[in-house]
């Protein structure tokens, strides 16, 4: 059991985005703590708030229900007040799945028969009105995510989504009532209820309207929304007495040691980041795939490259690059198996570095993110102050903490990786 009462947990279908969940929590007031899958062992940290990162988003159906289930098996035995279940703020998900089918078993487990869904997030350009999801001005069918390879969204219509995915009813909470404050939501629920509506898609196009939300929901058993939704659910816990003003949550505990950057993303932002690290003369090491799969010593060279160099100042390995270069790989040794080549390196440069005394790492990639985070032997994060939007300094639980911060492809400033590694050494001269 937590030594201090943790007062909402939460299960994120994935990685990234449960950082981004941990990211406006911590912003919110709470301390937070992320873990990696379900633990196998009690929470030893005291924390507000605790999100359990699966990667569910895209598993079998039946997988992503018994994992959630899990994760909500667990999350109770900390005494849990609410739950929240966090998806994608353009509700990635298929006709079999997996967001109403989850929603629908904690429901049950959580023995509620209503619960709210709301992927708005204003502030990164996802607002829902009328049921309708908007990316930007676009409809979601006409945002790009139309051609998702895992998940494409051809249906802007959450409610029609929504109800493709669940027996139980879908119906629509207006933005008529939530404009009009939390009272006017409360009345429409009730509505909603009478009508047999189980599952309600909430309309919300800017930040008040997840704070009235937010302040309706105070009560709910379980929400499920994006990242956005969560915004308002810090003031109910505080307006109620229960989180304590004065405390720091963003602290995060001392680590020393050396820094270094691994990127394998490609996304753009990546890419920029990478040119200006190199651009500013710093000492970068290049990871080609090519030499990987012709089982040249690419990690050995990398690493020896690093430890001439790390003592005196922070090095990135990169597998970074172009689309042309990328698809040409991936044409010669397929996409999966080019993605994991690159993945393995990075983690084993990671594993090496550690070894090495390194102890502050930059990861750009999602996926990047969690092979390292895997091979670092890493499972829980305490969340602390955010780089840049969306991207928190971490340090992982457990006897060598290590500082990490997990970039997703495409976030943070052209200058995030130098950005993020100055920060922590501020972050580190305030708490000594
Ligand atoms: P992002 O968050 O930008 O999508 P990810 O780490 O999730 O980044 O995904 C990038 C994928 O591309 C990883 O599987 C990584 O191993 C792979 N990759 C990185 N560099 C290369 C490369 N040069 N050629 C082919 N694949 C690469």
């Known amino acids: 059991m937590s030594p201090s009462p943790v007062l909402l947990g939460c299960i994120a279908d994935d990685f990234t985005g449960a950082t981004d969940l941990a990211n406006m929590l911590v912003r919110g007031g709470m301390r937070t703590v992320q873990t990696i899958g379900v633990p196998d062992t009690p929470l030893d940290t005291p924390a507000q708030a605790v999100i359990v990162a699966l990667k569910s988003r895209t598993a079998p159906r039946d997988q992503a229900v018994a994992e959630s289930l899990a994760a909500l098996a667990w999350l109770k035995t900390l005494g849990c007040r609410q739950f929240y279940f966090k998806y994608c703020s353009t509700f990635d998900s298929t006709d079999q799945g997996n967001i ?132 308002g659910l810090p003031g109910n816990f505080a307006r109620a007495g229960l ?103 990075l983690a084993s440069v990671a594993r090496r570095l550690r070894d090495s005394g390194v102890q502050r790492f930059v990861i750009a990639g999602g996926e990047t993110s969690g092979a390292v985070v895997n091979a670092l032997g890493v499972d829980a994060l305490r969340i602390g102050s955010q780089i840049d939007p969306g991207v928190p300094w971490t340090v992982s639980l457990g006897a060598a903490p290590l500082a990490l911060a997990l970039k997703s492809g495409n976030f943070g400033t052209t200058d995030f990786f130098s950005k993020a590694l100055t920060m922590f050494d501020e972050l580190m001269e305030l708490s000594q």
């Open 100 to 231: 109403g089918p989850v929603a629908d078993a904690l429901m049950t487990e959580l023995q509620t028969s209503f619960a709210i869904a709301c992927p708005a997030f204003p502030e990164n350009g996802r607002s829902v009105y009328r049921g309708n999801l908007f990316v930007g001005d676009l409809l979601l069918n006409e945002s790009g995510m139309q051609n998702h390879p895992l998940t494409p969204m051809t249906d802007a219509n959450l409610v029609r989504v929504l109800q493709r995915q669940t027996p139980t009813k879908v119906g629509l909470l207006r933005y008529d009532a939530v404009q009009r404050g939390a009272n006017a939501v409360a009345a429409a629920r009730s509505t909603l209820l009478a009508n047999g509506v189980g599952i309600a898609i909430a309309d919300a196009i800017s930040d008040e309207d997840l704070y009235t939300l937010g302040a309706a929901c105070a009560d709910d058993v379980l929400l499920t929304g994006g990242s956005g939704l969560a915004l």
């Open 243 to 345: 989180l304590p003003h004065s405390e720091h949550p963003e602290q995060l505990p001392v680590v020393n040691g050396l820094s270094a950057v691994l990127s394998g993303s490609c996304s753009r932002a990546t890419q920029a980041q990478v040119e200006h690290w190199r651009s500013t003369g710093r000492p970068a090491f290049r990871i080609d795939p090519l030499e990987l799969a012709a089982g040249n010593a690419v990690v050995d060279e990398a690493c020896a490259f690093a430890e001439q160099r790390i003592r005196t100042e922070p090095v990135l390995v990169y597998a970074t690059s172009a689309p042309e270069e990328v698809s040409a790989v991936q044409k010669k040794l397929g996409t999966a198996a080019s993605g994991e080549l690159v993945e393995r390196a």
